[in-house]
T-cell receptor, first 114, second 115 residues
Framework: DAKTTQPNSMESNEEEPVHLPCNHSTISGTDYIHWYRQLPSQGPEYVIHGLTSNVNNRMASLAIAEDRKSSTLILHRATLRDAAVYYCILRDELVGGATNKLIFGTGTLLAVQP | DAGVIQSPRHEVTEMGQEVTLRCKPISGHNSLFWYRQTMMRGLELLIYFNNNVPIDDSGMPEDRFSAKMPNASFSTLKIQPSEPRDSAVYFC?????????????FGPGTRLTVT
């Protein structure tokens, strides 16, 4: 499984944008980039995913570098409820008609200050 | 939809006892996953099923752990005998494998304490 590297922790102020980086220099052409987050005392929840193009949804935006060796999750206006651990995960689309297995790393702990 | 349902939410047991954790996936989902989370090891995938068939159990720590999925709406994770090092939060997740995102929906978890 291809590996991702994320900062252990980041801080943000409420209502300011947050850019959470992820490095995945060994990514293959069939790897999708997934982001999940885990709020305190809850199970992880899906945030966004992409392959090559930048993606937007109601929760966040995902900016993918042209060489796909890195990506950035963007929260446009952080709120206190966004304080969580954010996981960047690579999922291989190719193996056996697609495996839906996710391997979680240590993630980035985001603190949001009022 | 009620989401993924796990029971019990908390379990305290003594070393050597059998523990059974239960999961009801979201209706219509055809993939089910069991994870374990500890401070030391983070979130680990134990086993996953597609269409009720175990696909990858390489994460199951040892023979004391077993998982079954007798039908599309129910799965169990059993630990027999339990040990203190099994103390963790166990999450069940489900997804619809044919969907392009393969988004996984997690349950609230079962916090297991083995004394």
């Amino acid at each position: 499984d291809a590996k991702t590297t994320q900062p252990n922790s980041m801080e943000s102020n409420e209502e300011e944008p947050v850019h959470l980086p992820c490095n995945h220099s060994t990514i293959s052409g069939t790897d999708y980039i997934h982001w999940y987050r885990q709020l305190p005392s809850q199970g992880p929840e899906y945030v966004i995913h992409g392959l090559t193009s930048n993606v937007n949804n109601r929760m966040a935006s995902l900016a993918i570098a042209e060489d796909r060796k890195s990506s950035t999750l963007i929260l446009h206006r952080a709120t206190l409820r966004d304080a969580a651990v954010y996981y960047c995960i690579l999922r291989d689309e190719l193996v056996g008609g697609a495996t839906n297995k996710l391997i979680f790393g240590t993630g980035t702990l985001l603190a949001v200050q009022p | 939809d009620a989401g993924v349902i796990q029971s019990p939410r908390h379990e305290v047991t003594e070393m050597g006892q059998e523990v059974t954790l239960r999961c009801k996936p979201i209706s219509g989902h055809n993939s089910l996953f069991w994870y374990r989370q500890t401070m030391m090891r983070g979130l680990e995938l134990l086993i996953y099923f597609n269409n009720n068939v175990p696909i990858d159990d390489s994460g199951m720590p040892e023979d004391r752990f077993s998982a079954k999925m007798p039908n599309a709406s129910f799965s169990t994770l059993k630990i027999q005998p339990s040990e203190p090092r099994d103390s963790a939060v166990y999450f069940c997740a489900s997804s619809w494998r044919a969907a392009s995102s393969y988004e996984q929906y997690f349950g609230p978890g079962t916090r297991l304490t083995v004394t």
